[in-house]
């Protein structure tokens, strides 16, 4: 919770504070407005990976509390990977002051929303 409040905090900065009047432009010739994108999609899909490899490498042998170890420590490699991808994509936009990458940094905290470990899965997980 803890860091979509930062993350949250770090968008209101960029939207009230750091930034003047911007554009939302996409420039096609613009080698940065694809890498970024492309570039977190990526961090994003590495994250989730190995979410998935660290979840799927627990035994039924290990004991409940080695399990929540595990699981814990997946989902918090998931979450700083993706909110790592939102602090880049916020810091982009205050360089570039474009609008384009603060959009895409909501995306990226709408996504981290929906990574939060759920009541009924948890018990699948483990």
């Known amino acids: 919770m803890l860091l979509l409040f930062a993350q949250l905090a770090f968008l209101g900065i960029v939207l009230m504070f750091l930034r003047e009047p911007n554009h939302f432009i996409f420039n096609f010739t613009n080698l940065a407005h694809w890498a970024m994108p492309i570039g977190v999609v990526a961090l994003d899909w ?50 570039e002051e474009n ?21 009924f899965n948890f018990s699948e997980q483990l």
């Open 46 to 95: 590495v994250s989730w990976n190995t979410f998935k490899q660290k979840v799927g490498d627990m035994t039924e042998e290990q004991d409940i509390i080695e399990r929540v170890n595990v699981l814990q420590g997946a989902y918090i490699i998931l979450w700083v990977m993706v909110q790592a991808g939102t602090f880049l994509l916020l810091t982009f936009s205050i360089v």
């Open 99 to 119: 609008d384009y990458f603060i959009l895409l940094a909501v995306a990226q905290i709408l996504f981290y929303i929906t990574l939060r470990p759920r009541l």
